[in-house]
């Protein structure tokens, strides 16, 4: 029997609800007793997302539980203990209150001395024990809960000129742990050690979770990643567990060196001012004939046909999301040159006349603001106002008008981020909107999320603003520029001999 389980053996079904819901945020705690203690024995054996549990505790708690921690086992007399905790200037009353917060959360057990005198011993399971020594302490300092996935949770720096980070995998004893480290760079630094693939490969490989340890230890001392339960369930996004993490440093690092694409794509794809001459034909389309929505809310079939037809995003179709124009007439519904009174689709008139009247670059600044701002669809989450924000900075301080690697850029956006959760003050950000009326769903993000659905937002606003070109290469989305639409946007010089013409959705001829 593991120390974790001889440490739950007794406890009521309330003590492990509180432990399970500390430990296990998100989960019900509506089991049975038996049920409970497994999932939480489960959870402080494996460590689950520890670094982010620690980072919960305070000042206090961390001092005592590093003081348990300091003994030859991980166990200690309590007068001994409140004597240690004394000189720091806690209190006996102080000393009591943050142990039984501790026991409350399954850190720490209290029990008498075997010889029947009154003074107690305090315990942490030497499983949680383990977990606790890795992450606790870092150059006397606590590991933020940010840092699980950075090099900052290892107790030195990682020189990332010395060796690269291929050599590094390539140094590793094990063959399997080499290979799953591959699989890692391409999943942008983090793989799910539970997925069919990867178990599939461990199983025939004759390796398993009894091996995470070895591998934390390899990997960490190669600076090259680390291995096991990994939460950053406070910064709103969900990591699988298992998972072998690659630092984002290495990420970032990588990314940057790689981001310009010398591969010319098969084909191209851009947009223009399709999406602006589509809204005028909408908008005429609804001056003209208000469009009664049928029962259930849509848009008339024969009508979105014909319209369909002659919408110039069409070309488009099958490299966007969704209906045309349903795409257009939500576009036209947030500028509000078009509202729905009662079920019918009416133009508004002023609204309409002041968009003709702005000139071209204005008309995209206005959407690229509009498209920045949105939240919500299935393809939106708390992260990608962020996301969105990195995306178009690291666009800014680019001054080369070649092609660049789509994934890359979107590897480098994702863990640029990641490496300034802390700085941003996600956390603190996130549980002021979890006060506000948002729904779960729209905060929380898997990881793997946070890439695909910046990759939507590129090509399916960026891309239809003519902001930028997307290239593909054997059928695949693979290569991204930005326009000179783009790059002036964005704050770019533009060329003094270069001379566009656009045209206005009014078919007015711009120079």
Known sequence: MSAVS????????????????????????????DELRKRVTAALVRGAGVEERVARLSNSQRRLITAVLAKPKPRAALPELQETLA???????????????????????????????????????QELADHLARVLVVDGDPVSAADVISQKRLPFEIDFEEKNLDDRIE?????????????????????????????EFMVDAGVGEDDFGSWRSSLEDAGIGTIGSIS????????????????????????????????????????????FIDLETLALQVEQHPVRLTRS??????????????????????HLEGDTV????????????????????????????????????????????????ESAGNRWSFHQESLRSILLDTLRA???????????????????????LEEREVASLLRQRREEDFSRERLQSPFSRLGTDLAYWIVNRLLCLGMCEIGLIDGSLAVFRLTALGREQLGHESDPGECRILVNPDFEIML
């Open 87 to 125: 000189q720091s200037g806690a209190s006996r009353v102080e000393v009591e209150s943050t142990l039984r917060q501790l026991v409350e959360r399954g850190f720490i057990s209290r029990q008498k001395k075997r010889d029947g005198r009154r003074s107690e011993i305090l315990e942490i399971p």
């Open 297 to 318: 809310g849509n848009f008339p079939k024969r009508l979105a046909e014909q319209l369909r037809q002659a919408m110039a995003l069409e070309r488009l179709a099958g």
């Open 232 to 275: 950053l369930h406070d910064f709103g996004i969900a990591i699988p567990d298992p998972s072998l993490v690659i630092f984002q440093e290495w990420i970032q690092l990588r990314s940057r060196s790689r981001v310009q694409e010398e591969t010319a794509p098969d084909k191209l794809l851009e947009a223009g001012v399709d999406l």
């Open 171 to 199: 140094q590793l004893d094990s063959a399997v742990l080499q290979k799953l480290c591959c699989w890692a760079l391409q999943k942008r630094g983090i793989l799910d050690l539970s997925g069919d693939d990867e178990v």
């Open 6 to 33: 001889e440490t739950l053996r007794g406890l009521k079904k309330a003590e492990l609800q509180t432990i399970h819901q500390f430990w296990l945020p998100g989960e019900s705690v509506q089991y049975r007793a």
């Open 398 to 420: 680019r001054v080369q008008e070649d092609w660049m690697s789509l994934e890359v850029l979107i590897d480098y956006t994702v863990s640029t981020y990641l490496l300034e």
């Open 326 to 373: 349903t795409r257009v007439l939500r576009v036209a519904l947030r500028l509000g040159i078009i509202e729905n009174f009662a079920g019918e689709l009416q133009a508004n008139r002023e609204r309409l006349k002041a968009w003709r009247n702005l000139d071209y670059n204005r008309k995209v600044e206005v959407l690229l603001q509009k498209f920045l701002d």
